[in-house]
């Protein structure tokens, strides 16, 4: 690979076979637009985008956001506008700032001339507002969900949950993330200024054609993998520089893509800490040197910048769904860092000639119980299943169907919920509606990375990984809430389930 310009992915590529191969040889022109190709590869000169920050506006005692759902085009390479989509913006949407106890509503218009739909992922929140396939926006619909913000302080994200079209949609860029605050979490010396200490980070790949475009086109690998970009970005910038101001830089981690594992590291091998994950924060700072993130997870981590050396985020190894530790096996975000494919750099940070000090981490974050398992009263089973070459997507035999409830769950009760993956690839299973606790994996607890709260968990292949879940507040034995698996091409066809709380 030379720099942020990697060339096809050599495991994927293996696990094809002959013929895909020669599939693949003859797609490649699709990877390298024109003008990239004849410059060589991707410089890192850009300053990295932030994402504005939307707080909304308050109206008789509600947090009110104006989102509009729309078309619009973007320049990843100087010269060349790229079709795309985005909520109030060209390409993905500002971040969303909400806070802990306070009732909020979102007024969601769809400009575009498709349905669509804005899913609240992580959150827990009534049926009706969840934003799934049910809640289907109509070209020139408003549609204005409210329900008051609860749980922890932590990243969680919206993007489209159209039925067979999320993937399509979110490629296109229909995703955001939020930022929820709580005075627990106010109450810690933690790097907290937007934009200049704490930077939101939205970790994408995408494919280009000759001319720059980024259309979303299906051939088997992708219906296999997921679709697989090898342009590596964050925040919708290709080649991103982020000038650090302060020696302590906290990352606030989302894997955004359709269907890439992540396997993150900083290119000189430093470690980094580790705060928070999907629902929130770690009960104390967890040092490593390498993450793995699944489509749909979040994590936060800070870095250290004092040595005023320029670090680079990197994946090792390639990406995506059977790749990264999808085949390898290894149980964590922490296994499986990757062998034998191409590196993709993310962005550069860069310390400024004068930073400012950083008061060090605290040492202990949040008071999170132990999970117990005692508490369950029932366990249920679920399999993720696909049949060769992508086809046959499904859980526990029975592919999506928007007229069966899958499963009915009783509020207040807590459950366990065996989740085990067949045939070759890595899945990452999502749940809505809560933030589950994983009790272990194969027999074996989970490493501390992922001791914390979570609404999705990588389920390798042979694998049984059980999750103590509860759903409390809401009730509605009429609509349903979705678990289903997070490589949103898998999910568009067919890996997914409905369950109701009652």
Known sequence: MLNGFPGPNRRRVLMMGGAALAAAGAGAYMFYPREIRASGPVKF???LAIPPLEKGRMVAGERVFDLSIRNGSTVFFEGIRTETMGINADYLAPVLRLRVGEKTRFNVTNTLDEP???HWHGFHLPAAADGGPHQTINPGETWSPGFTITGKAATMWFHSHMMHKT???VWAGLAGMVIIDDDEADAL????EY???DIPVVLQDRRFTPEGQMPYILDMPSRMHGMIGNFPMVNGTIGGVFGARTTLVRLRLLNGSNASIYNLRFSDGRSFALIATDGGLLPAPVRTRGLRLAPGERAEIVVDMSDGRTARLINRGGGGAGTGGGMMGGGGMMGGMGQGTPDLTFFEIRPRKRMRSSPPLPEK?????VPDAGQAVRTRRFQLEMGMMGAGFSINGRPMDMNVINEVVKAGETEIWEVT???????????HNTQFRILDRNGQPPSPVEAG???????HPGELVRILVRFDTYRDDRLPYMYHCHILEHEDAGMMGQFTVV
């Open 421 to 431: 993956a067949t045939g070759m690839l890595a899945h990452p299973f999502h749940v």
């Open 453 to 459: 709260l979570k609404d999705t968990v990588l389920v």
């Open 195 to 197: 934009g200049v200490d």
């Open 189 to 192: 010396d933690l790097p907290r």
């Open 45 to 47: 000169d850009k300053e």
């Open 167 to 169: 993937a399509q949609q």
């Open 116 to 118: 669509s739909t804005l």
């Open 365 to 369: 974050l949040a008071d999170l119980p």
